[in-house]
């Protein structure tokens, strides 16, 4: 295996020193499945694996003879004959791919309930895990030697990261390449890891990081990791967010302050516009990907060919989930002739315009935020949010998804027994930065497992 790292030393190192038991996979996917009963973590599990580090992969990244259904049923049966860029990097290194975890339909969703198939937080099977990479989250807080690759389009690496206790991050848009993922927002979409430890996603970044031929939009970019020794709290923020996580968060900063960090207030015009711009775009983006879903070529086969085109079309796409109806009704709406001035283009000079803002703030800090404004909600509750006010708890998320900026979530405090995440932002290509952070502070924080599958 390919085991480059620094530092703190990360699960992956510890597990390569380890001899394992002649019977470990074997021991591993029979703990797996039995907890796979109550939590929902992974919709396929492979049953082959007998080697490697093992890496769990989100249903909407292609691995080649594994169901890709990206949470939805319109892809039910779709089994990819290839592997997306990243997956065939790591398998190249000898990583032993474990199975593919739940996600929300399409990656619509900031709770992991828009689906059939509902993971459950480890931590207390009562509330969610978070969205969209819910099933990654379970996954990586359940298993002890493992890394999950995911994906995040406004916050669902670090949303889920944060509600289940596990590092989560989310690199530069174009550092890793998104061949294989089948898209949401095409401009948005990243590819990303969670972990125990940041050192690990340190290990494997450093596999999968890099350009690719068969995606234009990956960079082949020089990753830097400067430390900035000031971290800035964007004004405001700490009023929306719950009382006790705002507490526990200032409690937090000021242990950073005594650190050495220069803690600033500072003002980021305009970005409460970031939220609409962002599901402007990105519902735009969707409907126009998901359009191909018309039960002929694409997704769920419609076989009642004597249909008239309309009837057709109609049945096929009523497979889509309440969600993405709406995603795909909205999205359609604002890219519309007669409405795109006023929406979609509108939206795309606010992205480019808290770009130009946050770059400017990022040259000199990191930003600095809880990741959610709340600790994980009773799925009840996330289940009557409507729908504009479950969009709202990702308003943490969404500014550095829709810029492109890395950023990196990590458990800071537990709150009734629940984790609470930190999540930092940097420049763009600075992404090792976040991971140094990380792993510094997991010097003198324990992070804490319920369970601890696959322990040697």
Known sequence: MDLRYSGTMGMISEFAASELPKDYYANLLSEIKEINKKLNAFNVVNEGISSGFPFSVKDNICVKGFEATAGSRMLKGYIPPFNATAVERLLAKDYGFVGKTAMDEFGFGSFGINTDRIARNPFDTDRVAGGSSSGAAVATAILKYHVAMCESTGGSIANPAANCGVVGFTPTYGVISRYGLIDYSNSLDKIGFMARKAEDIRTVLDVVRGPDKRDTTSVDRQITGVKKSRLYIIKGTLEKVDKEVALSFSKFIDKLGSEGYEIKEVSVEDIEKSIPAYYIISMAEASTNLAKYNGYKYGLKNENFVEQYNDFFTEARANFGIEAKRRIILGTFVRSANVKGRYYYRAL????????????????????????????????????????KAYMSDFLNIPPNLGGFPHISFPFDYIDGLPIGAQIITSHFNDY???DFASEWEKQFEYRFKYNLGSL
């Open 349 to 388: 000079k606010i992205r480019a315009k808290i770009i130009e803002r946050m770059s400017a703030i990022l040259q000199d800090g990191f930003i600095i935020s809880p990741t959610l404004p709340m600790k994980a909600p009773k799925l009840e509750e996330a289940q009557r949010l409507p729908p504009v």
């Open 433 to 435: 930065a976040l991971l």
